[in-house]
């Protein structure tokens, strides 16, 4: 699996408008309504459960990167955007420091080994310096897209 192959790119957000991570994250699951990952009747019941997710721990793990993630029986296919903010959102990180950029990912309530290793594919993608500040610096949807390919890419070798 390729992180290219979970980010819907359509959905990316290069400059997000909400400023608290509950709008942030009601914010990227809007984004994914379009792109047939959950029917959009359940859009409430997934963003109610992304924000209880995060009530029970941060996803917030530091490095100015948040990853917020959920399995919800609404979800039809494991998918996943990004979200970045110039600004920086109280994440409740570990580091304390604000985040700048957010991948949410979603997945079906009966799919617990793929959630696993989809969270393993995108925290490895995140671990690497490289990709963070270039993910904090790319201004569109296209550098965002461009550069999870070329990550991709790296990652494979």
Known sequence: ???SELIIPGAVIPELE????????RELVESLRDHAVFDP??????VQAAVARERQGST?????VAVPH???KGVKRMAATIGRSSRGVDFAALDRAPVYTI???LSPADD???HLGAMEKIFRHLQRDSFRRFLRQAESREAIVELINESDDVQSE
Do not use: C, S
């Open 1 to 3: 699996m390729k992180l």
């Open 18 to 25: 909400a400023t608290d991570r509950n709008g942030v994250i």
């Open 41 to 46: 009747d359940d859009e409430e019941k997934i």
């Open 60 to 64: 917030g793990f530091g490095k100015g």
């Open 70 to 72: 959920v399995k919800h």
């Open 103 to 105: 991948v949410l990912l």
């Open 112 to 114: 617990a080994e793929g």
